[in-house]
């Protein structure tokens, strides 16, 4: 079995969780429509459009029950098993740049990486990024702090220069 493709649109631990509770509920319209009598309308589930691209990206047909178990297991292996990396903002991100960093993470790290995304407005700028193990302060509060003494010395030196 081919590793699960996650798309741009699957960032999140709760995309995860997501996707597979609208995998249940397709798995419940298909029951409850054996059960109908034959010709009763029925309504099937929205689909969204999260799932829709993970499906055509995977080449999954969510018609077929195997295709829709066999999808629902990949993605609570993917949930399990795949890096989870957290990454604060001092204001929200947007989408496409969100996807941006998303898209990289995937080439360079790890195909199935998810992101937790935060908002730490005490960073002023740039992001914390956080994996299992070490922690990347890329911040201009960080990069402030690293520079105490420099700093001090260049505002003594021009109050000195008057």
């Not at 798995?27 to 029925?42: E, L, N, T, Y």
């Not at 609570?76 to 996807?99: C, D, G, Q, T």
């Not at 407005?121 to 299992?132: K, Q, S, Y």
């Amino acid at each position: 079995m081919a590793p699960l493709k996650l798309t741009p649109d699957i960032v999140s631990q709760a995309d995860l969780t997501r996707l597979n509770r609208e995998l249940d509920s397709l798995d419940d319209f298909f029951v409850s429509a054996k059960a109908r009598p034959a010709g009763s309308p029925i309504a099937p589930p929205k689909l969204s459009r999260a799932l829709e691209a993970l499906a055509k990206e995977n080449a999954v047909n969510l018609l077929d029950e195997k295709n829709r178990q066999t999808l629902a297991d990949q993605l609570a292996a993917v949930y399990k098993e795949a890096p989870n990396f957290h990454i604060s903002f001092a204001v929200e991100a947007s989408p496409k740049s969100l996807e941006r960093i998303l898209v990289w993470m995937r080439q360079s790290v790890h195909p199935q990486l998810l992101l937790q995304v935060g908002l730490q407005p005490t960073i002023a700028a740039g992001c914390v990024l956080r994996t299992t193990n070490k922690v990347f302060d890329m911040s201009l509060r960080a990069r402030l702090n690293s520079q105490t003494e420099y700093l001090a010395a260049l505002i003594k030196e021009s109050v000195d220069g008057r």
